[in-house]
Each structure stands twice: as structure tokens, then as C-alpha cells.
């Protein structure tokens, strides 16, 4: 009877361990063109976009630079638990740039078979320093509501009892609150709309008991900060390594196929049948962020890993390349001497032609971009040691698609910008 009650107890451990919904990304994704079909076509496309620029990438390499990317965590709680500390946010900023640049400290428990794939992303994460209109910032916005928990996108909308999101061009939207259904975390990928684009983490998993200073609310085995690291992953366009139905290519040539999702810490080999082939001897990469393992066996994306979500960088997500959200300068609100004034961009929506009319108050280089909604820089102009006057520049956007475009302008430390349409 001890055997049958322990076997019982063993099996329901196990079922409670797969219930939990470690990514909550492909049934969001379903739900979103499910209801805006036009939104599965233009992730669809941008996905194509993405794969024609992999395809004739000029050399084997990842960016030239390391790209950071500015951060803004929207904190939306409805007690003190879920209301979780700046030290607990901050730690999961430093498990983000030590995943991705391949600098975590459990690198050595990687299977000799996969050591050769571990990346240097050459990407990094920073809380934002200056916030869209040029105020410093902590990087952290704190919003209480009245709803227990969140299942949805009502999280990032202040009119739902959470909190809007900062312009996708030039942050990374992180919403930490309670989600319901035992939901880690989600995330979309490029393409989705502006609105609802970024990432969702449960609150109770954001962030690393490594660093923990007694504050941190955490939950075991989710407690190292792997989903957020995970679910930016997807923000960066990739897909779980077991591809969308399992035994399906996840877009990436070193990433080994395999059956489906891993729980727990398997012992390495792990294989899995595909087409009645096996994946041995090596098996499943389940030590991938992008598996569903705990987050203490989660060691490394590969070097494809790598190079798929810079070429995001490259297209679909160009723009945030550009922020300043990661430089303090001299935020326009604490600047008592601004550099630019009577800023007028001219007609909006625009055909073909377009005017910009500034004026310089102070000696200064400028550079102007335009970049579209899906991040892709369509002009620019820089101009050294620009002289104290007004400045009149015609733009000439008549071969560009019509649809929402990003005009930023930086100038003695300070960045100015605009969204307009292109209607042709």
C-alpha cells in the first residue's frame, strides 16, 4: 500500500512539474493572429525578411559592436510580495548580460558535445537612464492595481489595471506582475503590435536568488532568472528548440531536432526520436535556454542562437540600436540650456516630400534618422560642428511603403523624436 500511495505521490509530482507553464509564447502568438490575422502576416513577413537577410549575410559574423539595449521594467502589483525590489530587478539585468554574453558562471556544467556551440551574443541590457522625453529615469515604473492577477495583454494597458508600454523603437518592455494559470513568463515575437510588444514575466521569477540581499520574492526551480532570459530570446525572434510542433526546425542549423519540451535536469545524453530517427548519441540540447528546463540547467544558446537573434537586431529590431535610453548625458529635463528648438516635421501623414524645420540654440554635431516600424533605417543625415540657426531639410520618402515611421533626432546629448505616417 506505502509503494502504491509513493508511486502515486511520484506521479503527481511529475504532472504538477510539466503543468507548469514554463513559456506562455505560442499560445499568445495563436490567440493574437487568431484574432488579427493581419498581425500573422506581417510577423510572418518580417520573419521571411529576417531569414532572406540570414541567407545572404556578408560574412559569418554576429554585429560589429556590441549592441546594448535599453530596458524599462514596468512593476505592476496589487500587494507588497509582488511589488518585488530594485535589487531584484537589477539582478535579473546582470543574469541577462551574463547569459548572453556567455560570462554565467555554469558554463562548466555544459556536455562536452555541445561546449563548441556556447555563444557570445555580443548583446547586453541596460535599465534605462533617460525615458522618451528625455527625463532621467531609473528604468523602473511602479503601478498599483486592483486585479489579483493578469492571463492576458491587459498588463501592458493603463486603462486595463496595468501599465503602457515606452516607445518599442527604442526600449525593451519588460511587465513583471502575478500571472494566473501557472504561467512563467511570455514574449512576442518581431512584429507584433506596438502596443503589446515586449515581454511578461511572473514576478516571483524575475530575478536571481544568487544575488539575493533578503528581499527577493522567488520561486525554486524557477529562481536563477533563466525565463526572462528565455523569453527575450523570443523577443529576438527565437523559437523553442523543438521548433513550433515538435520534431520541427527551430530556424537554427546547430541546434540538434528533437521531440519536445524537457522538464526538470535531465542526465545528458537526453535523446529523442524524430521520424523514427534517433538524435543520439549527443541527444537534445535540453541545456538550451530555449528548452523548458529548471533554470539551473539552462547553460547557453548556440552560436546560430546567436547569430538569428542579431540579424533581428540587424532588421527587425534596428532601431533600438539608436536609442540613447542607456545614456545618462544631460536629460533634456534636467537641462537648463536645450540644444534644439521649434522643432516642426512637416506634413504628417506625408506624400512622398517631407519637411524639417529646427532651430540650432547652441554649437553642436546633429544627426538625424528616420527608421520604420519594423526598426529598419531609411535615411539619415549627420552634420558636424552644426552652427547656432535654423535648419531646413527636405526629405524626399516618396519610394518608401506607407505605414508608421520613427524620426529621432540627436544633438548635444539630448534626442528628440517623432512617429509620422507615410500614406502613398
Not at 487568431?34 to 506581417?42: G, H, L
Not at 512584429?191 to 503589446?196: C, M, Y
Request: hydrophobic letters at 35%; proline letters at 5%.
Amino acid at each position: 500500500m506505502k509503494r502504491i500511495l509513493l508511486g502515486l505521490v511520484v506521479l503527481i509530482a511529475g504532472i504538477s512539474a510539466q503543468a507548469q507553464n514554463r513559456c506562455h509564447a505560442d499560445e499568445m502568438t495563436q490567440a493574437l493572429w487568431q484574432n488579427q490575422p493581419e498581425v500573422k502576416a506581417e510577423m510572418e513577413r518580417i520573419d521571411r525578411e529576417i531569414e532572406e537577410y540570414s541567407a545572404n549575410r556578408p560574412t559569418n559574423h554576429q554585429s560589429e559592436d556590441v549592441i546594448v539595449i535599453p530596458v524599462v521594467v514596468h512593476v505592476v502589483y496589487a500587494n507588497n510580495n509582488q511589488n518585488i525590489s530594485d535589487a531584484q530587478i537589477q539582478s535579473q539585468i546582470t543574469v541577462l548580460n551574463e547569459d548572453f554574453r556567455a560570462m554565467n558562471s555554469d558554463t562548466n556544467l555544459i556536455p562536452s558535445a555541445f561546449k563548441g556551440d556556447l555563444s557570445d551574443t555580443e548583446i547586453e541590457f541596460c535599465l534605462a537612464e533617460r525615458d522618451p522625453n528625455g527625463f532621467a529615469t531609473t528604468g523602473i515604473t511602479r503601478t498599483q492595481t486592483t486585479k489579483s492577477s493578469f492571463s492576458n495583454d491587459d498588463v501592458k494597458d493603463s486603462n486595463a489595471g496595468g501599465k503602457d508600454g515606452w516607445p518599442r523603437n527604442s526600449y525593451l518592455n519588460i511587465w513583471v506582475c502575478n500571472l494566473s494559470g501557472g504561467i512563467l513568463g511570455y514574449a512576442y515575437q518581431p512584429g507584433a503590435p506596438a502596443s503589446i510588444d515586449g515581454v511578461v514575466i511572473g514576478y516571483n521569477y524575475f530575478g536571481s536568488i544568487d544575488y539575493d540581499d533578503g528581499s527577493f520574492i522567488l520561486s525554486s526551480p524557477y529562481n536563477k532568472g533563466r525565463t526572462a532570459t528565455h523569453e527575450v530570446g523570443h523577443w529576438l525572434n527565437l523559437d523553442h528548440v523543438w521548433g513550433s510542433n515538435g520534431c520541427s526546425t527551430d530556424n537554427v542549423n546547430d541546434t540538434p531536432l528533437q521531440q519536445g519540451p524537457n522538464f526538470g535536469c535531465p542526465n545528458f545524453p537526453s535523446t529523442s526520436t524524430c521520424n523514427s530517427v534517433s538524435n543520439g548519441p549527443d541527444g537534445d540540447m535540453f541545456m538550451n535556454y530555449m528548452d523548458y528546463v529548471n533554470d539551473a540547467c539552462m547553460h547557453l544558446f548556440s552560436n546560430g542562437q546567436g547569430l538569428r537573434m542579431n540579424d533581428a537586431l540587424l532588421v527587425a529590431r534596428a532601431s533600438i540600436r539608436f536609442s540613447l535610453g542607456c545614456d545618462p548625458g544631460t536629460p533634456i529635463g534636467l537641462n537648463e540650456n536645450p540644444v534644439i528648438n521649434d522643432l516642426n516635421f512637416y506634413p504628417n501623414p506625408v506624400h512622398g516630400q517631407a519637411n524639417l524645420k529646427l532651430t540650432m540654440l547652441q554649437k553642436s554635431n546633429l544627426h538625424i534618422r528616420i527608421v520604420s516600424g519594423l526598426g529598419q533605417l531609411v535615411w539619415e543625415k549627420s552634420v558636424e560642428s552644426q552652427m547656432p540657426g535654423q535648419i531646413h531639410e527636405n526629405i524626399d520618402l516618396s519610394g518608401l511603403s506607407s505605414g508608421i515611421y520613427h524620426l529621432s533626432i540627436q544633438a548635444g546629448g539630448q534626442e528628440f523624436s517623432k512617429e509620422f505616417l507615410i500614406q502613398n
